[in-house]
């Protein structure tokens, strides 16, 4: 079955500077790839998400590459604010499931 | 976007007994799943709820002690059986739209004691 790896597992960062975060999927069949942000107590809200025939989306402050040949795929928050910390984690779609990275809990320091 | 209601939102249950948590979905949806999260952990898929027939089941997780309905296209329920310490932890729900994008619920949190 599919796998997804993330990393780090956890990120600091000042706010106004920029945050990646990375993962790796193991199925070369998924062909969907959500980011998700949850914040403490919280339900996890879908930010971004990119499907494998686009290499790069943009929404804003917030864009997601996709390396479907290396199976790599990466979010980048550019502009910190403090409200963008929380834990975001990445996901891989394979026949109809779901599947997601283990987190990264992101912390923005003002 | 569909909206995605839970009960209870929290319980706390003994050793033994076992505890159904119902979800909603506001619009039809194509797909509805149930996961599981423990505190400061990923999500883990339970298993895919089907309409009219039996859910499908990840691994490690078995219908006698997960039994999952979804009598219709909006509705499903989760059932943990014979609950033990530990089953605690937060069951969300999740339904997916004819786009693709899947919306999760607010989440039950459970406490066995």
């Known amino acids: 079955g599919e796998n997804v790896e993330q990393h780090p597992s956890t990120l600091s960062v000042q706010e106004g500077d920029s945050a990646v975060i990375k993962c790796t999927y193991s199925?070369?069949?998924?062909?969907?790839f959500p980011w998700y942000k949850q914040e403490l107590g919280k339900r996890p809200q879908l930010i971004i998400d990119?499907?494998?025939?686009?290499g790069e989306k943009k929404d804003q402050r917030i864009a997601v590459t996709l390396n479907k040949t290396a199976k790599h795929f990466s979010l980048h928050i550019t502009e910190t604010q403090p409200e963008d910390s929380a834990v975001y984690f990445c996901?891989?779609?394979?026949?109809?499931?779901?599947?997601f990275g283990p987190g990264t809990s992101l912390s923005v320091i003002p | 976007s569909a909206v995605i209601s839970q009960k209870p939102s929290r319980d706390i249950c003994q050793r033994g007994t076992s505890l159904t948590i119902q979800c909603q979905v506001d619009?039809?949806?194509?797909?509805m799943f149930w996961y599981r999260q423990q505190p400061g952990q990923s999500l883990t898929l339970i298993a895919t709820?089907?309409?009219?027939?039996?859910?499908?089941?990840e691994s490690g997780f078995v219908i006698d002690k997960f039994p999952i309905s979804r009598p219709n296209l909006t509705f499903s329920t989760l059932t943990v059986s014979n609950m033990s310490p530990e089953d605690s932890s937060i069951y969300l729900c999740?339904?997916?739209?004819?786009?693709?994008?899947?919306?999760f619920g607010p989440g039950t949190r459970l406490l066995v004691l």
């Open positions: 199925d070369s069949a998924s062909n969907y």
């Open positions: 996901a891989a779609t394979s026949y109809d499931k779901v599947i």
């Open positions: 619009s039809q949806v194509t797909m």
């Open positions: 990119i499907r494998s025939n686009v």
């Open positions: 999740s339904a997916r739209g004819w786009q693709e994008t899947q919306y």
């Open positions: 709820a089907n309409q009219g027939s039996e859910a499908t089941y």
